[in-house]
């Protein structure tokens, strides 16, 4: 099967005073459509800059990333936010919603902004549990059930890759467990590729790969 997502020897480089810092040491990595991988590591690894280098947020210093065997790494702007926002869902730690917006309303905006068909937002949001959210601002909801709003709002433009940094981070280990659990379901069931950051190893039963992250440089262990 095609990889969705192959990273081809990735360096990353910060400048640190008179020095560098180099945080990402020559990483290659792939999924496939229909696979949940996971990378863990500790606190400062470089698992946060890799996953935005990922979702051509922040280019590497050098090598290749592949989204479907198309380079995005050397795009212009325009071009990665027009990827971004029709063929990658993010997930963050904390679920960033809009405080001002109902849960029936978080969707919507990226409908419009996106040039993907417009699915039904409603459902997806009932699909997760949430039909009882509909008509709540934000502030009402539990960490969990706002995780859950995040999946539904990363979805929504019905992308191929779903890109997910400390989905669990704010949450229990009960609640954790269930948010892996949806995003688990969901790259089954609709045949997505999957990347999930994260330091719990509680949930790496849930993935379909793991990989692991230290000093900068990544191993695949599972
Ligand atoms: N924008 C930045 N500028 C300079 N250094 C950064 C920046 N972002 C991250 N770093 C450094 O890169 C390293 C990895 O950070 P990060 O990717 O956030 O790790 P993790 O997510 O695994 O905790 C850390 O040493 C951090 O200080
Ligand atoms: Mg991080």
């Known amino acids: 099967?095609?990889?969705?997502?192959?990273?081809?020897?990735?360096?990353?480089?910060?400048?640190?005073?008179?020095?560098?810092?180099?945080?990402?040491?020559?990483?290659?990595?792939?999924?496939?459509?229909?696979e949940f991988a996971a990378i863990v590591g500790p606190s400062g690894a470089g698992k946060s800059t890799l996953l935005t280098i990922m979702g051509a947020l922040l280019s590497p210093s050098s090598g290749q990333v592949l989204l479907n065997n198309e380079d995005i790494s050397h795009l212009s702007k325009k071009q990665q936010t027009s990827i971004r926002l029709n063929n990658i869902g993010f997930i963050f730690q904390n679920s960033d919603l809009i405080p001002y917006l109902k849960i029936s309303e978080q969707l919507q905006f990226i409908q419009k902004i996106s040039s993907k068909p417009a699915i039904d937002a409603k459902e997806i949001l009932v699909k997760l549990g949430?039909?009882?959210?509909?008509?709540?601002?934000?502030?009402?909801?539990?960490?969990?059930?706002?995780?859950?709003?995040?999946?539904?709002?990363?979805?929504?433009?019905?992308?191929?890759?779903?890109?997910?940094?400390?989905?669990?981070?704010?949450?229990?280990?009960?609640?954790?467990?269930?948010?892996?659990?949806?995003?688990?379901?969901?790259?089954?069931?609709?045949?997505?590729?999957?990347?999930?950051?994260?330091?719990?190893?509680?949930?790496?039963?849930?993935?379909?790969?793991?990989?692991?992250?230290?000093?900068?440089?990544?191993?695949?262990?599972?």
Not at 11 to 33: A, R, T
């Open 130 to 222: 949430l039909e009882q959210r509909l008509s709540s601002y934000p502030r009402v909801l539990s960490g969990g059930e706002k995780q859950r709003v995040a999946i539904a709002r990363a979805l929504v433009n019905q992308p191929e890759l779903i890109l997910a940094d400390e989905p669990t981070a704010s949450l229990d280990s009960k609640r954790g467990r269930e948010v892996v659990q949806i995003i688990q379901q969901t790259v089954h069931e609709e045949n997505k590729a999957a990347v999930m950051v994260t330091h719990d190893e509680r949930v790496l039963d849930l993935v379909d790969s793991v990989w692991q992250i230290e000093d900068g440089k990544l191993k695949k262990v599972r």
């Open 1 to 34: 099967m095609n990889n969705v997502l192959e990273l081809k020897n990735i360096i990353k480089n910060y400048p640190d005073g008179q020095q560098v810092n180099e945080v990402l040491k020559d990483i290659s990595f792939h999924v496939q459509s229909g």
